[in-house]
């Protein structure tokens, strides 16, 4: 075999891998087959390039049907649901017999019919030919001017460059995949862990009041001026699931992010991430909150902006698994109560920024990396600006119910019955809820008529509430309205009968109204 196959062979590589982007599968020891990939393109094929002359078209048969078994087993091994893979000879001659009914068909693999291979042969006498079906079938033009002959250093030379662009490729993408080593992961890990230990011997990760001692989200307090409860619920967890399955995910994205970011690069991006996550959630969610899931969800934005800058080495390393599970997420986040969506998506565009802003190590694009500062800044000032805004506090009377509660509990019924009149004054539609919660206080403080008339417009906004049917019962009873008492209590057992207290003031009720009919 003449020099003039081996440079062809080389060219070809050549201009796949440093033209079009394709990387090496495999490279035989002989150096004379080499496969090819490109696996961030899903239509690209695999590519395989045989140096080898045929003499007999049998001999191409049977090596068509194992190129196809080799497919196979790459099809299987990248989790494809077809493949096609483009075979190219690089022959001398042509088979001396008849071979080309086995060049006009693709050959699919009889193992699920799942993999074709499309054989092309560039021979002497066949190099127009060959090119046009392989410029055709890879829509680019692959021809190029071939001499008769070539020196042994014309065929060293195109090996050379094109085995040194492609470990120059597989370094650069490495380096860029591993610009630093995991550190604040860890930190990160072991805080959380700490935390939530201290949590369960303080009175426990679960309960209301411990979370919120140790600075769970809790938009009354953030609107009294407590800032920091945009930061602190990150490092909280409440409850063991929730503490596994979030120190899991920070375990396997916070390494990837920081092998790509860098350790101070990942620090500003996990914390601007919970940070945006729970102004988002403070916006959005009146309910208590904790947890690292919003900062967990900055690292997936910080991954689709790394997808941003590198699609293909995106694609082709991490693309589609993590597009498919940050998918599974969002969709388990919002089919599923009791799940803070708003800070799992504040996080995730808040994780998506930071990384912009801060950019990629040794990569700085600095125009790119201040347009992303001044979208992070305009967001955050205008989310605070309406979270603290009056018509923000309109859609928080979750939050106001929740620390009312909490000093009901601490019988801090003064705190309580303030928090409480100032969400009456902000809600756009005060709840049964509220109107019910301020007359209890209101009992405690010995406000009867105010009780009374709260009491009132909870049952008017839920006449099936039991509850306050009983609360009025017993201040008509202190306040000697016997017969109202009776109409109450008596509304309260019809609504709910198996209460048990509830029989017992009926019948405090008719004693003293018995009383009072047989007194003097």
């Known amino acids: 075999m003449s020099n003039r196959e081996g440079f062809i062979f080389w060219n070809l590589a050549n201009l796949l891998i440093s033209g079009h982007g394709y990387r090496i599968i495999q490279l035989f020891e002989n150096q004379k087959e080499l496969w090819l990939e490109k696996l961030e393109n899903k239509k690209a094929p695999i590519i395989r390039i045989l140096h080898h002359n045929l003499d007999w078209s ?30 190219i000879y690089v022959s001398e001659f042509p088979p001396v017999d008849e071979y080309e009914f086995r060049l006009t068909k693709p050959f699919v693999h009889s193992d699920g019919n799942k993999t074709m291979v499309t054989s092309i042969l560039i021979a002497q006498g066949q190099y127009e030919e060959g090119f046009r079906r392989l410029s055709e079938r890879l829509s680019h033009d692959f021809s190029f001017a071939i001499k008769e002959d070539y ?43 700490a935390v939530f230990f201290w949590l369960q011997v303080h009175g426990g990760s679960t309960n209301t009041s411990t979370l919120i001692k140790y600075g769970a989200k809790v938009n009354q307090l953030i609107m009294d001026g407590e800032w920091w409860r945009f930061i602190t619920p990150v490092f909280l967890h409440i409850g063991f699931v929730h503490l596994a399955m979030n120190t899991l995910a920070l375990y396997f994205l916070g390494i990837e992010v920081e092998r790509i970011f860098g350790s101070l690069r990942f620090l ?29 969800f900055g690292c997936f934005g910080a991954l689709l902006y ?51 802003v801060v950019h990629l190590p040794k990569k700085k694009k600095i125009l790119l990396q201040m347009l992303f500062l001044m979208a992070s800044a305009s967001l955050l000032w205008g989310s605070l600006s309406y979270g603290y805004s009056a018509f923000g506090k309109s859609h928080d009377e979750n939050s106001s119910l929740l620390m009312a509660q909490e000093y009901i509990k601490q019988n801090n019924y003064d705190k309580a019955y303030n928090v409480l009149k100032e969400s009456e004054k902000n809600a756009v539609n005060v709840s049964e809820k509220t109107y019910f919660l301020l007359s209890f206080v209101e009992i405690k403080k010995e406000m009867l008529s105010e009780a009374k008339t709260h009491l009132e417009k909870a049952i008017k906004l839920d006449p099936s509430f039991d509850e306050a049917f009983f609360n009025l019962a017993l201040i008509n009873l202190e306040q000697k309205e016997l017969e109202e008492a009776k109409e109450n209590i008596q509304q309260a057992i019809k609504l709910n009968p198996n209460q048990q207290n509830y029989a017992d003031l009926l019948q405090e009720i008719n004693r003293q109204l018995q009383s009072s009919n047989n007194g003097p």
Do not use: C
């Open 58 to 87: 049998s001999a191409m048969q049977r090596d068509i049907e194992f190129t196809a078994g080799n497919g196979e087993r790459v099809r299987k091994q990248i989790g494809r649901h077809e493949l096609s893979v483009v075979n």
């Open 268 to 296: 500003v991006i996990y914390l601007f991430a919970g940070v945006t996550g729970f102004i988002a959630s403070f916006i959005f969610s009146a309910n208590l909150s904790a947890g690292a899931s919003g900062a967990i």
């Open 151 to 193: 020196s042994e250093e014309d065929v060293e030379l195109m090996k050379k460059a094109s085995l040194d662009y492609a470990i120059k490729k597989e370094k650069t993408e490495r380096a860029i995949l591993l610009s630093g080593k995991p550190f604040f992961t860890y930190i990160f890990i072991a805080i959380q862990l």
């Open 306 to 356: 790394f997808g941003v800058i590198y699609p293909r080495l995106f694609f082709r390393t991490m693309g589609v698994n993590l597009l498919v599970v940050l998918g599974i997420n969002l969709m388990i986040g919002f089919s599923a109560s009791g799940i803070d969506n708003a800070g799992h998506l504040g996080g995730l565009v808040g994780g998506f920024l930071a990384a912009g």
